[in-house]
């Protein structure tokens, strides 16, 4: 009997609290087979304003393209990346912050790094067939290793 090893992780994180067992399991499993960790936070294109107004809103306000908003929260993720990348003991070069649609980004990343297990989070709420979320899901269907989905609960409103 063979035991399977991994030797490449990929961790995705979203910075939530309720993302915090993805993060815990990334750490066991990178102790448990000595492998190297990458840590992934994926930021969804953030859209172009309207060519339009709506009524009741008038003048010459800068939109998000004005304000370089994007731009903006990829700093903010790199930053709390960083953070969370030095409480882990993950080198800066395994910290990767991406602009795409989620599931893509992962599995363009996995690949990239030759990763032989994603860790991903999943909120599934709706049954067995409901049992991993979208990006789960999307991911799950084409990225060419492991995946191990970890299931969050939901925040718990304050």
């Known amino acids: 009997m063979t035991t399977e ?32 960790l990458t840590l992934l936070h994926v930021l969804e294109h953030v859209p172009p304003a309207p060519d ?17 908003l994007e731009q ?7 930053r709390q990346l960083d953070v969370l990348g030095e409480r882990l003991g993950v ?8 602009v795409g649609p989620t599931s893509h980004t992962i599995d363009e990343v ?4 030759a990763a032989d297990l994603v860790i991903i989070g ?15 899901k999307a991911v799950l269907r084409s990225v060419k290793c492991d995946v191990l989905c970890v ?3 939901d925040a718990t409103p304050t």
């Open 122 to 136: 999943s909120h599934g709420r709706h049954g067995f067939l409901g049992l991993f979320g979208s990006t789960a």
């Open 52 to 68: 339009y107004m709506p009524l009741g809103f008038g003048g010459d306000l800068p939109t998000p393209d004005d304000l370089g």
């Open 72 to 78: 903006e929260l990829v700093d903010i993720a790199c």
């Open 91 to 98: 080198a800066p070069v395994d910290r990767l912050v991406r």
């Open 110 to 113: 996995a690949d990239e790094i």
């Open 151 to 153: 299931k969050l609960q």
């Open 5 to 36: 090893t991994y030797s490449r992780l990929l961790a995705a994180v979203d910075f939530e609290p309720n993302g915090e067992p993805v993060i815990d399991r990334a750490q066991r499993l990178r102790a448990l087979f000595g492998a190297r």
